[in-house]
T-cell receptor, first 112, second 108 residues
Framework: DTAVSQTPKYLVTQMGNDKSIKCEQN?????MYWYKQDSKKFLKIMFS???????INETVPNRFSPKSPDKAHLNLHINSLELGDSAVYFC???????????FGPGTRLTVT | RKEVEQDPGPFNVPEGATVAFNCTYS??????FFWYRQDCRKEPKLLMS???SGNEDGRFTAQLNRASQYISLLIRDSKLSDSATYLC?????????FGQGTELSVKP
């Protein structure tokens, strides 16, 4: 049973396209996150939601828009994809107020 | 200056060796500290939390020095399966700040 799942696992698309990545957790956690890991392996937080409310929004282009339909799901929509968006995007979740985060398997996005 | 800095890798060690990783963080108000492990092309997983008093989990020992803003991880009797990237992580407010990671390769 996968705790944090993401779809798709791989995404190859052309510049200018719009794409979405979905994330679901079955751990009953209240808080979910999106991270970006670039080619230099730095893992940086993008967004955090607690019970469907946005609580962290790092300096991320407006082309990135997270959506949380319920506390078990956090999706990421990206408009007008650029070459620099190529990276691995990880979803994560944690119990509210706790530091330990559980990561999904990642979505490897390649923009050509 | 990076918020969390780690030793550059890779560390190549033989099985059975003891290896130590170091990490420094820039924000003295950081609240919690962790080591995560990331296998190649996989997601990060929590290895252990780090406490000021130092803590041990089997072959792994973590230390924190708040005055020096320094965190360490010691792996004793390293195994082939320890080969991975080790990420130093600090918590600031509601978010985790990750270091770049140190790659460890344990050879037979």
């Amino acid at each position: 049973d996968t705790a944090v799942s993401q779809t798709p696992k791989y995404l190859v698309t052309q510049m200018g396209n719009d794409k979405s990545i979905k994330c679901e957790q079955n751990l009953g956690h209240d808080t979910m996150y999106w991270y970006k890991q670039d080619s230099k392996k730095f893992l940086k937080i993008m967004f955090s939601y607690n019970n469907k409310e946005l609580i962290i929004n790092e300096t991320v282009p407006n082309r990135f828009s997270p959506k949380s339909p319920d506390k078990a799901h956090l999706n990421l929509h990206i408009n007008s994809l650029e070459l620099g968006d190529s990276a691995v995007y990880f979803c994560a979740s944690s119990p509210f107020g706790r530091s330990e985060q559980y990561f999904g398997p990642g979505t490897r996005l390649t923009v050509t | 200056r990076k918020e969390v800095e780690q030793d550059p890798g890779p560390f190549n060690v033989p099985e059975g060796a003891t290896v130590a990783f170091n990490c420094t963080y820039s924000n003295s108000a950081s609240q919690s500290f962790f080591w995560y492990r990331q296998d190649c092309r996989k997601e990060p997983k929590l290895l252990m939390s780090v406490y000021s008093s130092g803590n041990e989990d089997g072959r792994f020992t973590a230390q924190l020095n708040r005055a020096s803003q320094y965190i360490s991880l010691l792996i004793r009797d390293s195994k082939l399966s320890d080969s991975a990237t080790y990420l130093c992580v600090v918590r600031e407010g509601g978010k985790l700040i990750f270091g770049q990671g140190t790659e460890l390769s344990v050879k037979p």
